[in-house]
């Protein structure tokens, strides 16, 4: 029952090219930086991610981004990274844009078992009609684009199929963990780390407080141990400001 592994580099070592990950965070919050981190120092190339953003310049996922480990990714935004967007717009990245609830329940679904489900976002756009750009062809053209999805009408309203999403491997982050598994996120930082972590086959959690079983109160958990198989102790994680406001 104890899932606690001794460093980041050895929790992410079977991460192999190819991969696809399902990465928590928010922007910059919750994000699992320290195994990104070591994600990148292992090697592993031609990932297919998931999560909401794709990291900054030169933190988070955007450290593999930037060194060009990341073959696709799925999200709902993608602001705030400038090597995203040349990536993007030159052919080298391959992105799809889904609704940010519809990307939320997709990974859900995934961890629940439901293979697909209908839901109204998108329906009478090109998310749900086909013909978002995937890849650019690097001369302003569209190399792929998304494929037309399923519609049907229940009680007079159409509603468009959307796919679930199970991913190879999940990073995530948590502010606490015992060494059964078991995760508490801090406030905003819960955001999409408990979708992203059911939805991995294997779970990798970053926690900074590690904690033995009993000393998490039941009903507070957020993830329950059964969707996590690793655990890493992180104390004194990096927490950068996305926009940092002060007083003139």
Same mark, same amino acid.
């Given at each position: ?5 001794? *460093? ?11 991969? &696809?990950?399902? =990465? ?8 699992? &930086?320290?195994?990104?981190?070591? =994600? ?10 998931? *999560?909401?953003?794709? @990291?900054?310049?030169?933190?988070? $996922? ?7 480990? /990341?073959?696709? !990714?799925?999200?709902? %935004? ?14 080298? $990245? ?8 519809? $990307? ?36 302003? @053209?569209?190399?792929?684009? &998304? ?13 468009? $199929? ?22 508490? %996120? ?22 900074? #407080?590690?904690?033995?079983?009993? #000393? /998490? ?5 957020? !993830? ?20 940092? !406001?002060?007083? &003139?």
């Amino acid at each position: 029952m104890n899932k606690v592994i001794a *460093s980041a580099d050895d929790a992410v070592r079977d991460i192999h090219d190819g991969a &696809s990950l399902a =990465v928590g965070g928010f922007g910059l919050c919750g994000v699992p &930086s320290v195994l990104i981190e070591a =994600v990148f120092q292992g090697g592993a190339t031609n990932l297919a991610t998931v *999560s909401n953003n794709c @990291g900054i310049d030169g933190w988070g $996922l955007g450290t593999l981004l930037a060194a060009k480990r /990341i073959r696709r !990714t799925t999200g709902s %935004y993608v602001g705030e990274n400038k090597e995203f967007e040349r990536q993007f717009l030159s052919g080298e $990245l391959e992105v799809e844009l889904v609704p940010q609830g519809s $990307l939320a329940e997709r990974l859900r679904a995934g961890g629940a078992g439901i293979p697909a489900f209908y839901t109204p976002a998108g329906v009478g756009t090109q998310v749900a009609d086909g013909g978002l750009p995937w890849r650019f062809d690097g001369a302003g @053209g569209v190399a792929l684009a &998304s494929p037309p999805k399923e519609i049907r009408e229940f009680d007079g309203h159409r509603f468009v $199929l959307e796919r679930a999403i199970r991913t190879d491997f999940a990073l995530v982050h948590a502010r606490y963990g015992d060494t059964h598994g078991n995760l508490v %996120y801090e406030e905003s930082a819960q955001n999409f780390n408990p979708l992203c972590a059911a939805a991995g086959v294997v779970t990798i959690a970053e926690v900074e #407080e590690l904690l033995q079983p009993g #000393e /998490i109160d039941p009903m507070t958990v957020h !993830t329950p141990g059964i969707f996590v198989q690793r655990v890493v102790h992180t104390p004194n994680v990096e927490k950068p400001i996305e926009r940092r !406001t002060v007083r &003139s």
